[in-house]
């Protein structure tokens, strides 16, 4: 079991802080996107479970809607990049890591993500392309940061 | 590197050992219906992938059959809500977040998934969107738990 | 707020250490996964997203093609085993795991994710399924280890 010291200022710990507030953010961009998928179907008068076409009066279908399935697919995307993401952070977190690698890579990807998740939405490229690319390169970082520290 | 003290009983920070209950059972639900996923289709006689068809004759499909399709439909909405919820139960945790908080917190979605998970296999409605409901309110609760914690 | 105490060496914690490591080897299996999987896609002529189907001249289909399906398939596969283990290990990393229990569990999950994804994307049973199965046990050992270790 750890220590826990409740008294600790969260300010003696400012990669931990950067972490919280990244972990909020990040949480928020993931229940934003998945939230609005259902609100979305809702509105698009086609049900995917049968039980909700009864229900709605809808046609049911085995494939969600374009708009639906796009925004599914950000959904899906921000997930596979966002849950290894936090792990690595919280374990850079316990390791040790220096705020001055921790907080530009945690800004970085949180910056990122936020854009591809809006760009992607809006079907903008190259902007999603790129977008993808600085939150993949933030992850490399973070686990290059997290090796070093460990080596 | 955290400083850890194994010597220190678990009953000293109830908010950790609720996470780990919690934790327990979530992943819990998670394997169960990933691996009922698994063999729903086995008894389905229809296969995804062209090396299972020829291994067990069956034929092969691009998409699942109706009742497989459902278990993994649960499994997909089991997974967006509970691990955001695992990560940031940790983050409250460590941020030495309240029992009185964080077990109402932690038993309302640990209760309100399992019942997801059963009403949407049995294709119960309103109970569905009652449980996801309930277990989004809980999300949010624990989100605003942390972020009044660091503040 | 946790106390940090970052002059802790980490080889005084073999547990952590492991998880570490443990934790980035399958960030990086679920990274190759993924990322190969829109390198194919970018291969194989065929587009998801209308606005990659006009930037590249592709025509833009509702399924991906057989080949990058597998490997999504793969990666959801992985991401359903992997987000839970790692999860799970750093719970067991903080309620004070022994490394003699830890680092076997760790070693064999992680060699059996690593084969599975390996023979899944070559489509060889039934290896497929022998080593999805060292990876279930390794994850049921694991909750096993943790209830034991806070009853």
Do not use: K
């Amino acid at each position: 079991m750890i220590a826990m010291h409740p008294s600790l200022a969260t300010a003696a710990n400012p990669v931990f802080l950067g972490y919280v507030y990244t972990c909020l953010v990040l949480s928020l961009n993931l229940l934003a996107l998945w939230v609005s998928s259902g609100a979305v179907r809702a509105h698009s008068g086609v049900a995917i479970n049968p039980e909700d076409g009864a229900r709605y009066g809808a046609p049911v279908r085995e494939l969600d809607p374009p708009a639906v399935a796009r925004i599914l697919r950000v959904h899906r995307n921000a997930e596979a990049a966002i849950y290894p993401f936090l792990i690595l952070g919280l374990v850079y977190v316990l390791v040790g890591g220096h705020a001055s690698i921790a907080i530009p890579i945690f800004a970085a990807f949180t910056g990122a993500r936020i854009v591809h998740s809006i760009v992607y939405l809006r079907a903008l490229q190259p902007w999603r392309t790129l977008s993808f690319a600085v939150s993949l390169l933030a992850l490399i970082a973070l686990m290059v940061a997290i090796l070093v520290t460990v080596l």
